[in-house]
């Protein structure tokens, strides 16, 4: 497989900038996911690395070659479809050779090949199946065999899961990620979803508006968010975003929240719902006053919301507490967790913070 590159690759369509100045390298053998709302241009930047679409500015680099003037076929970057599209009438065998039998690959290399993918995704036993009779997981193998029986430079996913119902997902999920470590091939997987992105990518780089807001390890940018949209992005529930005020000392949320050790430029604190903790009201432990609002068991663990003053605030808690709507809390973050925003959304480095 090979290395993809983007450099300072824009597209428009119209008074549209889809995709804008957008660079990144996706090194041979990784998993790399774009991630970011709808229209955030995650469509394009692949149909611009696939060759359905040309750069207005820029240059896309394929094992380290430029391919700009190259059509699709001479790329040799396969796609794997939305919910996988297999042919339902066809057998798995049938899917997976479609592709060598529309370019009039002899039967003899076919055969080869089929048989190659087949034992590298370990569905030799399943090729006489048709769709209908394969588990999420083994549809997803099959797919991919599909896109890799052409023996391509590296594949391509846009949102391939998203309209599988949740067990299915991730179900396939877990597949593809175990499958990509198998096979060490090159992928570019597009996704909507956050909690897909941080689990499934080796390095993930988050869109809006066609450029990209910050690029790394999953756990590396839930930890340090470069800015308020992308601390918004990822996690659930949502990060808790507060704005600050300074009179008699610092305070967050409306004045509810005393804060010590705010560094200067910051005008918004951000906290996670897992810093946070909340504990019955004693009167005799250190921590903000506020009210419980209102309780979400979850099984494994519960969403506490919060009432401080005018704010609401979400807690994750371990469990299931015994916590009762409207009894009075004490609210505690640890000061390293806490995350500084400037004016303009954009993140202030690590600082220590004291609620
Ligand atoms: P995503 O895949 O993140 O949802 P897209 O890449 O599909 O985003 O779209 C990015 C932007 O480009 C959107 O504003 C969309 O409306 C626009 N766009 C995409 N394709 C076309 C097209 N063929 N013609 C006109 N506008 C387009
Ligand atoms: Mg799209």
Redesign the pocket.
């Known amino acids: 497989m090979a290395s993809i590159s983007l450099r300072n690759v824009s597209?428009r369509?119209?008074d549209?900038?889809?995709?804008n100045n957008v660079s990144f390298d996706v090194q041979d053998n990784e998993f790399f996911c774009?991630f970011?709302?709808?229209?955030?241009?995650?469509?394009?930047?692949?149909?611009l690395i696939l060759g359905l679409?040309t750069p207005d500015h820029g240059e896309i680099l394929i094992g380290g070659k430029p391919v700009n003037a190259l059509s699709p076929a001479d790329r040799n970057v396969a796609m794997v479809f939305q919910n996988l599209a297999l042919f339902p009438h066809m057998t798995a065998e049938q899917n997976v050779r479609f592709p060598l039998v529309e370019r009039k690959v002899s039967e003899e290399k076919i055969k080869a090949r089929v048989a190659a993918v087949s034992e590298k995704l370990h569905i030799g036993h399943l090729l006489h199946k048709p769709p209908a009779q394969l588990s999420g997981g083994e549809r997803q193998r099959v797919a991919i065999a599909r896109a890799l029986v052409r023996d391509p430079a590296a594949y391509l996913m846009?949102?391939p899961i998203s309209a599988l119902d949740a067990r299915l997902r991730e179900e396939t999920r877990v597949e593809l990620k175990r499958i990509q470590r198998e096979l060490g091939h090159t992928l570019i997987y597009?996704t909507?979803d956050q909690e897909e992105a941080m689990s499934i990518a080796d390095r993930m780089a988050i869109?809006e508006n066609?450029q990209i807001r910050q690029m790394g390890k999953p756990s590396d940018i839930y930890d340090h968010p470069a800015s308020q949209y992308v601390a918004r992005l990822l996690g659930s529930p949502a990060i808790n975003l507060l704005s600050l005020t300074q009179s008699n000392g610092w305070t967050a949320g409306a004045g509810t929240i005393s804060l010590s050790g705010v560094p200067d430029g910051a005008a918004g604190i951000g906290i996670r719902p897992e810093d946070l903790k909340a504990e019955p009201w004693t009167g005799e432990r250190p921590g903000v006053p506020a009210k419980v609002f209102e309780v979400e068991p979850l099984g494994g663990y519960t969403v506490v919301t919060l009432s401080a003053g005018e704010e609401k605030l979400r807690v994750l808690m371990r469990g299931q507490p015994r916590i009762e709507v409207d009894s009075p809390v004490a609210l505690s973050c640890d000061p390293k967790r806490v995350h500084f925003f400037k004016p303009d959304g954009q993140a202030l480095g690590s600082h220590q913070a004291g609620i």
């Open positions: 597209k369509y119209g549209t900038v889809a995709v774009l970011g709302p709808p229209l955030s241009g995650k469509s394009t930047i692949l149909k679409e846009d949102d597009v909507h869109l066609g």
